[in-house]
């Protein structure tokens, strides 16, 4: 099993910034059975959306929604390996960008799975 959780969310101004993260524990098997670790974000009376995911090689993808902010004043995910830790750097932040956002780590063996945490909200508002 693998635990997932979240912290850094609040309350932003529009425009401003706002850092979340995601520390990953469990045992060495499960640990290491992660193949990629993510954020999605859900907002009321929405379903839940990707944000963005990386691999443990690094590999990044971001959902349309904030690729065009995927400059150094958007959103930035990374990860931290040697932690079991992912982040999510968001810069530039609106309205539309208030959601719960919930850490994802996936594996593909022995199965298909994904871990979720609990969330953290980030709200933008003035």
């Known amino acids: 099993q693998v635990q997932l959780v979240e912290s850094g969310g609040g309350l932003v101004q529009p425009g401003g910034s706002l850092s979340i993260s995601c520390a990953a524990s469990g045992s060495l098997i499960s640990i290491n059975r992660i193949t990629a670790m993510g954020w999605f974000r859900q907002a009321p009376g929405k379903e839940r959306e990707l944000v963005a995911t990386i691999t443990r090689s690094g590999i990044t993808n971001y959902a349309d929604s904030v690729k065009d902010r995927f400059t150094i004043s958007g959103f930035t995910i990374s990860g931290d390996n040697t932690k079991n830790t992912v982040y999510l750097q968001m810069n530039t932040l609106k309205p539309d960008d208030t959601a719960v956002y919930h850490c994802?780590?996936?594996?593909?063996?022995?199965?298909?799975?994904?871990?979720w945490g609990q969330g953290t909200q980030v709200t933008v508002s003035s």
């Open positions: 994802n780590a996936h594996k593909s063996w022995p199965r298909e799975y994904d871990y």
